[in-house]
C-alpha cells in the first residue's frame, strides 16, 4: 500500500512541474542599443512558434509566453539575441551592431535582397518613412532633393499634374530619359500622354493640360522603401531597358510571427500657391495712355484718373485647396503565411477652382511557405483615379494665360455675358474663370497591378522561381471648350467636344535558377541563370466633334456639325537570356559578373539581338585589415563596369504610309482626309532595317566608409557614354524623304556623388542627425551625324527649342540671339533697340551646376522634429511669361517710370557707345518683351534655396493610447515648400512647361504655378 501511494505521489509531482512549468506568464522588458538608447521596431519572437510582438517607441514590450521557452530578438544590422524564459517577469536586452551588417541588405535588380557591401555599385535606399513624414500624393515627387543624382521636376503644383524623374542627367536625345519603374520587382508604366488628334501637326506637350505620370497610382502609404539604381552595372540585368536607371518599389508585407495589427491614417492639408510674377495694379487696358476696351495689352492710362477701380484679379481667382487622405491596413502574419489588406482614399480639391484628383485603392498581398521546398507569394492593387486638370501653357484657355495677361481694371469674376457666354477682357483669349468652369478635361484611370511568384528551395544549391506581372489600365478623357471658347480646333467658338480613350497592357515574367555553393571555407559562389519575357500593348483612340447644333450645353458627339477621329495602336515584344555570378572571398572582397542576351520588335531585321555586359566588384578592406577597434567601423572600395541599352521607339526600323500634313507653322494646316477624300503617303522619316538599341557604357567607382560609429560617407565617381543614339537625320530630299531615323549620336555624362550622413548628438533623450547630399555632374555632345552640328531635341516654339549641339550639354537652349561686337557688347541699331543675329544659337542650359540637399532630424523624447533643405545652383530657365508680360505691361517692372526713357547699354554700329533714348513701351515690349526681342534676353540662370519640408510629430506613451484600447498613437505637423528663396522672377522654378512626357527642359510660358502645403495628421495602431 505504501508503495502504491508513494507511486502515486511521483506521479502527482511530476504532473504538478509540468503544469507550473507549462503556465503563461508576461514578460516585459526593454530593448537598448549599443550606446544604451531605445530600439523601437525589434522584432520578438517565441522560438518555435508563431506568437511575437514588436518593441514600441521607447523599446518596451510584453510578450505572453512560459517558463523554458526561448525568445529571439531580432533587428536589422544587429545580432540577433536569445533569452531563456526563467522565474523572472523582466528581460532587458542590449543589442549590439553586426559588424557584417553595417551596411545592411538592400533590394537589386529583378527583385533580389542583397548585402549592399557586398554590391560594387552606388545604390541609394529610401524608407517608407520618407513618404510617411511629408505623404505626397505622387509618389515620384516625394523623391525630390532626397538622393544624389536624382532629379525630380513637377509640371505644376495642380492636382494629378506630372512628375519628371531623371538620373544622372539625360542619357539620350529624343527616346525616353526616365528610368524604369519596378514594383515589388515587376516593372509598370510610366507614361504621361497628351491628348490630341493625329492630325495635330505642332508638340501637344506645348499646350493642354498637366497629365499624370502614371506612377501617381500607387499609394505611398503601401511603400516600405525604395532603391534607386543609378549606374549601368546596377542595372544591367534589365538590358535595354536600363538605360535611364531604374527605381525600385518595394511595397509592405505581412510578417511572420507578428499575428494581427490593424493601421489607420487620416490626413487633412491645406495648399496654396507658392510664388506669381510681380504684377502692375496701377495701369488699365489700352496703348499709348488711351484706354481701348480691345486692346489686348495694358499700356492705358493710370486707372485713378479715369475713374476705374483696380482688381487683384490673382487674388480673386486662386482659392485654398483642401485634400483629405484617409488610408487604412490590416497586416498579419503566422509561422509559414503573412497577408496584408491596405485600403486608400485620397480627395484633393485644388488651389485653381474646380480642379480636384481623386484615388481609391485598394492592394492585397501575401504568402505562403507550403513547405520546406515550396512556396509562393502575391500582390494585387486596383486604383481609380478621377482627375479634373486646369489648361496649361500656350493655350488660348490657358488658366495662367488668361489670367496674367487680363488688364487690372476687369473684374474677371463676372466671367459670363447675360447671354451665357464667355466674357474676356479683349476678344483673343478666354476668362481664365469661365476655362476652369465651362472648359473642363476630365480623366478616368482604372488600373490592375498584380504579379505572383512561386519558388521551389530544393537545397542551398539548386533554386527555381517563376514570377510573372500584369499592368493594365483604360483611361477614358473627355475635353469640352463651351461655345464661345477660343480654343476649340477651328478657332471659330462654336464649341468642341474630344474624347480620348487609352488602353495599355504590360505583361512581365522571369524565370530564375539560382544557388550557391562552398569551396573551402572561405570562397562562395552564388549564380543566377534565367529568361525574360516582356510585352507591352497599347491603343490610342480620339474623336473630336465642332459646330454645336444645340448650343445650350449639350456636349455629345450627336450634336457636333464636324467630326473627326484617329486611331493608334503599338504593340512591342522582347525576349532575353541573363546570367549572374558572384564571388565572395572571406566576406571581405566581392566579384559580381553578368550578361543578358535580348532580342526586340523595335530592333530591325540586321540587328536582332543584343548583348549587355555587367562587371563589378567590392572590396571591404576595413576587414582585411583588421580595423573595426579604429575610428573606422566600416571601410570599401568599389568599381564597375556594365553595357545597357535604351530600346528604340517601335515601328521605326521599317517605313510606313501615314497622312500627310501640312502646315504654315501657326494654324494647324491641311491634313487627310481633306473633306471627304482620303489620302496615304510615305511617312518623312524612312525606316531603317539595321535600327540596334541605344548602348550606354557606365563605369564608375566609389568609397564607403562608417567613422566613429555615427558618421556614414559614400562617394561616387562616374562616367557614362551612350553610343548609337536615334536621331532623325536629315537626307537629300530628292530621296523622296527629309529625315532617317539613324543610329548616329554620342553623349557623354560624368559626375560625382556624395552622401554624408551622421549623428551629432546621441543621448538617451535627446538625438539629432544630419543626412546630406551633393550631385554635381556635366554632359557634352560628342557626335550627331556626319555634316550635322545640332539636331532638335523637340519642337518647341519658334524663337527657341532643345537642342543636341556639338560640344554641348544635351538639351541646351537654341534661340534667336543679339548682335554683339567683339567685347561682348550689344550693338544698337537706330531705333535705340539692339539687332537680332542673322542666325540662331545656343542661348542657355537648363542643366543645374550642382544640387544639395541637407536633412536635419531632432528626437527629444517622443517628439521628431525633421526639416530638408533643398539647394540648387544654375541651370537656366526661359521665362516666356516674364517677355509677353513686359510686352503687355503687367509686370511692375513695366509699372515704374512708363513717362521716362531708357538707354540700352551697348554701342552704335559705328563703334560709339548707345545713347538713343527710347520710351518705356519701345522698351518693355522690344528689348525686355517679346516684340522682336532675342529669345537669349529671357533666360534666366536660376537658384534656389527651399524648405522642401518640415515636419514634427509625437508618438504618445503607451499609459494613453493602451486606455484607448490602441497599441500606438501618433500625431503630426508638416508642411511643404513653407519657404522659398530665389532669384526667379516667375512662378516656382520647379516647373515644366511640357510635363513628363516631354524631353525639354527649362521652358516657362504661362505655366501653372507650384504650390505650397500645411498638413495634420494622426495614425492609430491596434
Known sequence: MRTKFSGFLTLFLVLAVQVVLAQEKTISGNVIDQDGLPLPGVNILVKGTSNGTQTDFDGNYSINTSVGQVLVFSYVGMQTSERAVGTSDVINVQMQVAAEELEGVVVTALGITREKKALGYAVSEIGGDEFERIPEVNPVQALAGKVAGLSVTGSAGTPGASSKIVIRGASTFSGETQPLIVVDGVPINNDTDQSSGRDYPFNANLQGVNNSNRAIDINPDDIESVTVLKGASAAALYGSRAGNGVILYTTKKGKKGTGLGVKITQTIEFNEVNKLPDLQSRYAQGAGGVYNPNSST?????????????????????????????????????????????????????????????????????SNQVSDVFSYRGTVAYINSKNRAAQNGSNLSGVMLGLLRTSPNFDIREYENPDGTNRSYNGFYDNPLFTVYRNPFDSEVNRIIGNVSASLNFNKYLNFTYKAGIDAY?????????????????????????????????????????????????????????????????????????GFAIQNGYYNLDNASNRYASNYEQSEFSTALFFELKYDFNNQLYLTVSGRNESSSTFGENNRTFFYPSISGSWIFSETFNLKDSWLDFGKLRASYAEVGITPLPYNNKTFFTNPNITDGFTNGLSFPYGSVNGFAYSRTLGNVNLKPERKIGTEVGLALRMFNRINLDLTYYQERTEDILISRPIAKSTGFAFSYDNSGVLENKGIELQLSGDVVKSND????????????????????????????????????????????????????WERNDNGQLIIGSNGVPILQG?????????????????NTFTYKNFTLSAFLDIRRGGDIYNGTYARLNRFGMTQESAEDRNGTYIIPGVKEDGTPNDIAIDANTYFSSYVGDGGAAAEQFVEKVNWLRLRDVSLSYNFNKSVYSKLGLTGLQMSVSGRNLWLDTNYKGVDPETSLTGAGSNIGGLDYFNNPGSKSYRFSVSLTF
Do not use: C
Open 474 to 546: 483604360s483611361d477614358r478623357r473627355r475635353q469640352i471648350f463651351s461655345v464661345s471658347s477660343f480654343q476649340n480646333n477651328s478657332g471659330d467658338g462654336s464649341g468642341e467636344v474630344d474624347y480620348n480613350d487609352l488602353i495599355k497592357k504590360d505583361f512581365y515574367a522571369d524565370a530564375i535558377l539560382s544557388g550557391e555553393f562552398e569551396i573551402g571555407s572561405k570562397n562562395l559562389i552564388s549564380y543566377l541563370a534565367g529568361h525574360n519575357i516582356y510585352y507591352k500593348n497599347s491603343a490610342d483612340l480620339y474623336t473630336r466633334g465642332e
Open 766 to 817: 535627446f538625438n539629432w542627425n544630419i543626412n546630406l547630399n551633393y550631385t554635381q555632374y556635366d554632359s557634352e555632345t560628342l557626335e550627331l551625324a556626319d555634316g550635322v552640328e545640332e539636331v532638335s531635341i523637340e519642337s518647341a516654339f519658334t524663337s527657341i527649342g532643345s537642342y543636341a549641339i556639338i560640344g554641348e550639354p544635351v538639351g541646351v537652349f537654341y534661340g534667336t540671339k
Open 839 to 855: 542666325a540662331q544659337g545656343g542661348v542657355g542650359n537648363p542643366n543645374p551646376d550642382w544640387t544639395g540637399g541637407i536633412r
Open 298 to 366: 495694358s499700356w492705358g492710362p493710370e486707372i485713378d484718373g479715369v475713374n476705374f477701380q483696380s482688381y487683384n484679379n490673382v487674388n480673386n481667382f486662386f482659392k485654398t485647396g483642401l485634400t483629405n487622405s484617409t488610408t487604412a491596413s490590416v497586416t498579419g502574419g503566422k509561422d509559414k503565411t503573412t497577408f496584408r489588406v491596405s485600403v486608400e482614399h485620397t480627395d484633393q480639391k485644388g488651389m485653381i477652382p474646380n480642379t480636384f484628383y481623386k484615388r481609391i485603392s485598394t492592394r492585397i498581398s501575401g
